[in-house]
């Protein structure tokens, strides 16, 4: 019998998941020399995968009460990607979102970053990367499994969209056609 037969953990969906995942955390790693409009279209291409991905898992029940998520991710790590994010978009990095939760207290766009829900994204997705990968057991795979796709629902599948929506804009803007 297969591996994938045996567990959900091993499954297509969750392989093409981390897939995804380690390759959009491998690019954000490895942002120095990249031109915006390249950056731009690489993620064009990478964020709607990872959506998919993520909303193509099933919701997945935490089997140990005592499970948490470890942070990988330290704070150094994520200020260098924001930064380095931050750099290449320069003053495109700011754009105004409707969609956040200090939005119901406020009668106007909140403005953000590009480079700040870039990094958020990151960190969850290479914190549960590296959970995944470092996971001695199925029970830890799992947990990790529906510790990302709370997330999702919740944080980062937000993030991706509105985040989506500010790089459409850089990449189809008229003063940047290409």
Known sequence: MKQEEKSPAYG?????????????CAFLEQTEGKTRMSFVDTLMKLLPLLY????????????D???YAED?????????????????M???D??????????????SPILTTVSENL????????????AYKNANNEELMMNALADVKEEFQFSWGQKLVNVQRALHEVRYSEEEVY
């Open 12 to 24: 297509r969906d969750v392989m093409e998941l981390v897939t995804v995942a380690v390759e959009y």
């Open 52 to 63: 998919l991905k993520a909303a193509l898992l099933p919701k997945y029940e935490i089997l």
């Open 119 to 130: 990094s958020d994204i990151y960190q969850e997705l290479k914190n549960f990367v590296m």
């Open 90 to 92: 320069g003053e495109k």
């Open 72 to 88: 990988y991710v330290t704070e150094d790590n994520y200020n260098i990607v924001r930064a380095n994010i931050s750099i290449i």
């Open 94 to 107: 700011d754009y105004l979102d409707v969609f956040m939760e200090d939005m119901k207290y406020s009668e």
């Open 65 to 67: 009460d005592g499970y």
